[in-house]
């Protein structure tokens, strides 16, 4: 199984930057890096993802390193309703998602 | 568009016993997804149908079943309750059209809770 690995836990301040790191150094030439969030008591929800170049939504940036082994997902003001569980994912095959352990940022007023 | 459904939001069984959990995806989606997460092993994959085939199966005993209807809802079905089975059960669904990315749609999950 293509694997992620995540800090458990991270904390920021409203509306400043944050980068949430995550190492998949087991990560095929075909696999798409996705992140999904997800908020308490919801299902996960889409947030971004990439294949190799840098990627941008109205929601975050999601920066790939060359060698494709790490990526950030940068969201770029904290707001309160950021604090979620994040998940970053290889796709195994399909629409067959692994799901690490994620990682829980808490926003501070 | 109706976001992905799932019935029934919470559910109380008891050991040895069977339920069974739909899931409505978003209308025009074929393919639906279906995860276990527990405070312990996280988000874990169980299986995805399309198009009423059972296209990817992860790693749980076959007590854990599911089916897909001509509509697209799908159902699953955990016979034989064991304790370890208190879950929240999450279904996904994905429009699927054969390109190399389709995001998943979560519905807000199903509760079991196993005595």
């Known amino acids: 199984d293509a694997k992620t690995t995540q800090p458990n836990s991270m904390e920021s301040n409203e509306e400043e930057p944050v980068h949430l790191p995550c190492n998949h150094s087991?990560?095929?030439?075909?696999?798409?890096i996705h992140w999904y969030r997800q908020l308490p008591s919801q299902g996960p929800e889409y947030v971004i993802h990439?294949?190799?170049s840098n990627v941008n939504n109205r929601m975050a940036s999601l920066a790939i390193a060359e060698d494709r082994k790490s990526s950030t997902l940068i969201l770029h003001r904290a707001t309160l309703r950021d604090a979620a569980v994040y998940y970053c994912?290889?796709?195994?095959?399909?629409?067959?998602?692994?799901f690490g352990t994620g990682t829980s940022l808490t926003v501070i007023p | 568009k109706a976001g992905v459904t799932q019935t029934p939001r919470y559910l109380i069984k008891t050991r040895g016993q069977q339920v069974t959990l739909s899931c409505s995806p978003i209308?025009?989606?074929?393919?639906v997804s279906w995860y276990q997460q527990t405070p312990g092993q996280g988000l874990q994959f169980l299986f995805e149908?399309?198009?009423?085939?059972?296209?990817n199966k992860g790693n749980f005993p076959g007590r854990f079943s599911g089916r897909q209807f001509s509509n697209s809802r799908s159902e699953m079905n955990v016979s034989t309750l064991e304790l370890g089975d208190s879950a929240l059960y999450l279904c996904?669904?994905?429009?699927?059209?054969?390109?190399?990315?389709?995001?998943?749609?979560f519905g807000p999950g199903t509760r079991l809770t196993v005595l």
């Open positions: 209308s025009g989606h074929r393919s």
């Open positions: 087991t990560i095929s030439g075909t696999d798409y």
């Open positions: 990439g294949l190799t």
């Open positions: 149908y399309f198009s009423e085939t059972q296209r």
């Open positions: 994912i290889l796709r195994y095959t399909g629409n067959q998602f692994y």
């Open positions: 996904a669904s994905s429009n699927d059209t054969g390109g190399d990315y389709n995001e998943q749609f």
